[in-house]
């Protein structure tokens, strides 16, 4: 069980509220040692002042060279130090800001003669409640456990300061928030039930319920849950609006579809930075999701794809030069695209060129490969650089993809789960290959296999585990796998 720790720099700080058997002063912390300790622990760090080599700083560093959880992190710390670093992540905070004030009549109100405003967070939350979502947002890119924010007016609203405040420093009503908001933030850790001690690991499963498409429908997530339980491990479904409370786990299993430009790359990179075991990894992620870095990687190392040309934006004359040179059809990707998504047939250069053209909007450089019809596509789960699973995935019917989004519902094809000793050898291996170049996680690769030539499609970062599907041969062993996975990687941690 997680145990926490609330540090303060005197016992008089804690006056104004319930005594706690969890808190302990910096000094008394501080002197504890770096003994062994196989307890996993949650610190919040609530000194009055985080100054480079103050009781705050080292608490918060001492903690983390022991192996605890610690809020805020010497990361965060160091960046509110300076308003030339965290001023760099606040471009998007202050849109968000001036698009809460431009849609709320009242909040326009509230600040119409004013120039300059101040509100207080704790652990995310403020007084001010016009500005409760923009608190939840600053308090996701800056995790400390008292904030004091100033904006000013000027060409629009913008944050012009970003300071930790001490407890002393709380008003009368700002110590209820702060006890509010403190008990919500440590409840999961210090309010366990008695039937949840069992567990020796916290695991989190990063899921978004409307997700159209998601890598793990409803059933085979129990199936994760259900596993890594019987394994010691309690998983939890967290989703976006969850993402403070990562410190509060052993690991990160991204379940819904990755991208770097969304908040599940963010929250893999946190996770990582927290010292938690993640698939998928912010590495992975990286190199996975754009088709570009893939393609440019497996060339570069001898892996086998399909004919691909890049075509660069504002090139035309090269543009044109390779559109009449190609054999047709041929299929032109956008880098980013999921789910088949992004992906069109090109049957003369033509249609290439006005599909192009289309694409070049979203970015600056698309990708065309040579058009290898086949009845289906493999797919072959890897975890650990060790082949989990084996898929046949069919084209949807009267379609050249296996997702067909033309319809009024995404349609896709039919399926084939096989035992991975019934594969051709050579998909293996070539599958394999791939993704030792990416990393040690969990990993999807679409191959295509004509005749004895075998080649890689992509590699996904984040592949579907579904019930029914891929699950359709190991059945319960598949997601016993996994979760001895992240087991095996969680004592590793501890451990070391």
């Known amino acids: 069980m997680t145990r926490l720790k609330i540090v303060i720099d005197k016992l008089a700080d804690w006056v104004a509220y319930y005594p706690s058997e969890d808190l302990i002063t910096a000094h008394e912390y501080l002197a504890q040692g770096s003994k062994t300790d196989t307890h996993p622990t949650q610190v919040i760090n609530l000194c009055n002042n985080y100054r480079y080599l103050s009781y705050g700083y080292y608490t918060s560093l001492l903690a983390e060279a022991r192996g605890h959880k610690v809020i805020p ?29 431009s849609r709320n009549k009242s909040l326009q109100a509230q600040l119409e003669d004013n120039q300059r405003l ?64 403190l008990d919500t933030f440590s409840r999961k850790i210090w309010r366990k039930t008695s039937s949840r001690r069992q567990y020796r690991y916290d695991l989190a499963l990063l899921v978004d319920p409307k997700e159209e498409l998601p ?18 491990i309690d998983v939890d479904l967290i989703q976006k609006k969850d993402f403070s409370r990562l410190a509060e786990y ?17 929250f893999a990179k946190k996770a990582e930075v927290e010292g938690l075991v993640v698939m998928d990894d912010p590495t992975s ?8 870095y893939l393609a440019d990687l497996l060339a570069s190392k001898g892996i086998a794809m399909p004919r691909t040309h890049f075509l660069y934006k504002d090139h035309k ?3 044109q030069k ?8 041929v299929v032109l990707k956008v880098p980013d695209g999921a789910f088949s998504k992004g992906v069109v047939k090109a049957e003369d250069q033509t249609e290439l060129l006005e599909a192009a053209k289309n694409y070049f909007r979203h970015s600056a450089i698309l990708l065309v490969q040579e058009y ?10 890897v975890l650990n650089n060790k082949a989990l699973f084996a898929c046949q995935y069919f084209m949807s019917q009267g379609h050249w993809q296996i997702y067909n989004h033309s319809t009024a519902t995404t349609e896709s094809g039919n399926f084939a789960t096989l035992p991975i000793a019934q594969v051709p050898p050579q998909v293996i291996k070539t599958a394999l290959k791939a993704t030792r170049l990416i990393g040690d996680g969990l990993y999807g690769v679409d191959l295509k296999q004509s005749g004895d030539r075998v080649v890689v499609i992509e590699v996904n970062d984040n592949p579907n585990i579904d019930s029914g599907v891929e699950d359709a041969y190991l059945k319960e062993d598949l997601y016993h796998q996994l979760m001895s996975e992240f087991l095996k990687r969680m004592e590793n941690k501890r451990r070391a």
């Not at 970003?162 to 006890?179: I, N, Q, R, V, Y």
Request: aromatic share 8%; net charge neutral; with cysteine.
């Open 73 to 101: 992190s010497i990361r965060t710390i160091n960046d509110l130090g300076k308003k030339s670093i965290y001023g760099l992540n606040l471009d998007s905070l202050n849109e968000s800001l001036n698009k809460l004030v």
């Open 118 to 181: 101040e509100i207080t967070l704790c652990f995310g939350q403020t007084l001010f409640e016009p500005l409760s979502d923009l608190a939840r947002q600053i308090f996701e890119h800056f995790p400390c456990p008292l904030l004091s924010i100033s904006f000013r007016k000027g060409d629009g609203w913008q944050i012009e300061a970003l300071k930790p405040k001490g407890l002393k420093h709380l008003t009368s009503e700002e110590e209820d928030l702060f006890a509010t908001a």
């Open 215 to 232: 890598p793990s429908d409803t059933s085979a997530l129990k199936q994760m849950i259900r596993a890594g339980r019987k394994l010691g």
């Open 250 to 266: 052993d690991g990160l299993f991204i379940r819904e579809t990755t991208s770097i430009s969304n908040h599940t790359y963010r």
């Open 285 to 292: 992620i990286l190199r996975c999701c754009n088709k570009v």
């Open 317 to 319: 004359k090269e543009l």
């Open 322 to 329: 390779l559109a009449d040179e190609l054999s047709y059809p």
């Open 372 to 381: 290898m019809y086949t009845d289906y596509d493999w797919r072959i789960g």
